[in-house]
């Protein structure tokens, strides 16, 4: 599968930004698919994952309440809502996506072998 991010740009704190990402093939619905950001001289880190159906959501505790990840599958697309943005999300966001996980790896940047190109994200305070 390839993945194309999209929708980043530069917002003022307490702004709102979707993010999307747009699937190529046929198969969108059997992948696990996962949003992860690093921010400079950062690690890569856990954003959110969403199950191959919808039905189940994961979020890191920092976006928790303020994120919200969902996917239409009818349209190979993977979405990020983000509201309340603060200054410490700046960062390139990036979607993933793998077949195989188990919830316990979903968190695991390691383990997605399908990755977009990243949008950055700038939130000025």
């Known amino acids: 599968v390839q993945l194309q991010a999209s929708g980043g740009g530069l917002v003022l704190a307490g702004d709102s930004l979707r993010l999307s990402c747009a699937a190529s093939g046929r198969t969108f619905s059997t992948y696990v698919m996962g949003w992860f950001r690093q921010a400079p001289g950062k690690e890569r880190e856990f954003v959110a994952a969403i199950s191959r159906n919808g039905g189940s959501l994961y979020y890191a505790d920092s976006v928790l309440g303020r994120f919200t990840i969902s996917r239409d599958n009818a349209k190979n697309t993977l979405y990020l809502q983000m509201n309340s943005l603060k200054f410490e999300d700046t960062a390139v966001y990036y979607c993933?996506?793998?077949?195989?996980?188990?919830?316990?790896?979903?968190?695991?940047?390691?383990?997605?072998?399908?990755w977009g190109q990243g949008t950055l994200v700038t939130v000025s305070s």
């Open positions: 993933a996506a793998d077949k195989n996980l188990i919830v316990s790896s979903y968190r695991n940047p390691s383990e997605y072998n399908y």
